[in-house]
């Protein structure tokens, strides 16, 4: 999987018990087997059964792999909402690079569980904060990935209708870390920028950015298809 991801090559993984890979080939079409006599097994996605009643998360118990991830009961969060925050009944998240470090343990120090970007509706409220129950909200959550979650009320905004969840839960990262950078930098129109990876998700938004500024921008990027991208 390695090698194929890496190179780019239509490698194949089989897996064989007690038959060999000339008694039973697999399509061309299947990257990966398990060839289990009498039959030939290619991995399907399917709908999962339902496990748990009510409020579910994404866990685990000890970071290295994606593998260690797992669905438990989600503990009930306090009610109400207190010290300014707002419960949020999540509908998506967004997961950054920090994210798959941190689930693998080689983010530095302890980053906390891993999420942060989110987006869903307002499910709770603390009586200072003027957030409606029901109120469509994107932003930045504590434990995102799970039915509900925790948010600082300044760091969520009012998700506009015409913005899906699934795309709302992509913008506050990103876009925090481009308008810091290119804050500090002092970008004006008068200069210009390089950004590095811009095929990436900040560097998407860092040429945007650069272009509201009318700052003119030169972009890199490895591969071919992501140069088609810039």
């Known amino acids: ?52 009643d009510g409020l579910v998360r994404l866990h685990f118990q000890s970071r290295g792999a994606i593998g260690n991830l797992f669905i438990e009961p989600q503990p009930a969060l306090p009610s109400p909402a207190s010290n300014g925050e707002v419960a949020l009944r999540v509908r998506a998240v967004g997961l950054n690079f920090r994210d798959v470090l941190n689930v693998l343990g080689e983010y530095p120090g302890d980053p906390g569980p891993p999420g942060g970007d989110a987006a869903g509706t307002v499910a709770d409220a ?21 039915c509900m979650a925790r948010a600082l009320a300044p760091l969520i905004a009012t998700k506009p209708r015409a913005v899906a969840f699934a795309h709302a839960c992509t913008l506050p990262v990103t876009w925090s870390t481009t308008h810091v950078a290119l804050q500090f930098a002092a970008l004006r129109a008068d200069a210009s920028i390089i950004v590095q990876a811009a095929a990436g998700g900040v560097g998407l938004k860092a040429v945007e950015y650069a272009q509201w500024l009318r700052a003119p921008s030169v972009g890199t990027a490895g591969r071919p298809q992501k140069h088609v991208v810039l």
């Open 1 to 52: 999987r390695s090698a194929r991801a890496e190179v780019s090559l239509p490698l194949q993984c089989m897996s064989s018990s007690g038959m060999s890979l000339v008694e039973c080939r697999p399509s061309s079409g299947e990257l990966e087997a398990a060839i289990c006599p009498p039959a030939c097994r290619a991995p399907r996605l399917a709908i999962a059964c339902a496990s748990f």
């Open 126 to 146: 603390d009586a200072a904060v003027t957030r409606a129950i029901g109120e469509r909200a994107f932003g930045l959550a504590h434990a995102p990935l799970a």
